[in-house]
Every structure is written in structure tokens, then in C-alpha cells.
């Protein structure tokens, strides 16, 4: 029951910007970190960046100073500000959360998975 739906992908040119957005929804009893995944073609999904509730982020190296990811923790939301865009970030991405969900009297961690959106920067 639990949906992570993304937004804001499409078409840039290089050197352009894109905001994208996440939304978790469903029976959630917390969410403990979300992030941001993104998979090229013939390529393995890969880390882009990662915020924990307290605030705290990580970054790939290849984003570092371009990227900036924050999240609204009242919303179940997480997004990911993409400026100096280049051809190589062209790729599905993905937002991801680490989620506590209640079944029953028990509580259970798993991670889900957005259906992706398309970023695509052109030269």
C-alpha cells in the first residue's frame, strides 16, 4: 500500500536545471531516510544522493556542488535540485525511502521504490 511517486523530469539542455520532486504515501509509520537513485541504459542503478531525517546528506561524487537534495519530513517528501545539467546525468531516476511500516502489532523496515521519471540533458 505503500507509493512513492515522482515528478519533474523531462528534456534540458546542458548547462539548464530541474527540481524533482517525491511523495511517499500510504500506511507509513516512518520514514527514516529517502533518496535519489538514478539508472542509465546498460548501466547499474547507482546512488545520486541520500538525506536521513536528522538532515544529514550524502552525495555522489559526480553531483557534488551541482546537485542539492532536501526533504520535507511533514509531507513524506524528498526532492532533488539538479542545476549545471550535463549530458551524462541523462538517466531514469529513481526516489527511494527506507520505510517503518505497522502490521499488526509488528513493526517492519523495507525500502520502496518510485516507478522512476525521465531526465534527459541534450548538447
Known amino acids: 500500500q505503500v507509493q512513492l511517486v515522482e515528478s519533474g523530469g523531462g528534456l534540458v539542455q546542458a548547462g539548464g536545471s530541474l527540481g524533482l520532486s517525491c511523495a511517499a504515501s500510504g500506511s507509513i509509520f516512518k520514514i527514516n531516510a529517502m533518496g535519489w537513485y538514478r539508472q542509465a541504459p546498460g548501466n547499474e542503478r547507482a546512488l545520486v544522493a541520500t538525506?536521513?531525517?536528522?538532515?544529514?546528506?550524502k552525495y555522489a561524487d559526480s553531483v557534488k556542488g551541482r546537485f542539492t537534495i532536501s526533504r520535507d519530513n511533514a509531507k513524506n517528501a524528498v526532492y532533488l535540485q539538479m542545476n549545471s545539467l550535463k549530458p551524462e546525468d541523462t538517466a531514469v531516476y529513481y526516489c527511494?525511502?527506507?520505510?517503518?511500516?505497522?502490521?499488526?502489532?509488528?513493526?517492519?523496515?523495507?525500502?520502496?521504490w518510485g516507478q522512476g521519471t525521465q531526465v534527459t540533458v541534450s548538447s
Open positions: 538525506i536521513i531525517s536528522g538532515g544529514s546528506t
Open positions: 527511494n525511502a527506507d520505510l517503518t511500516v505497522l502490521q499488526g502489532d509488528q513493526l517492519h523496515e523495507f525500502g520502496s
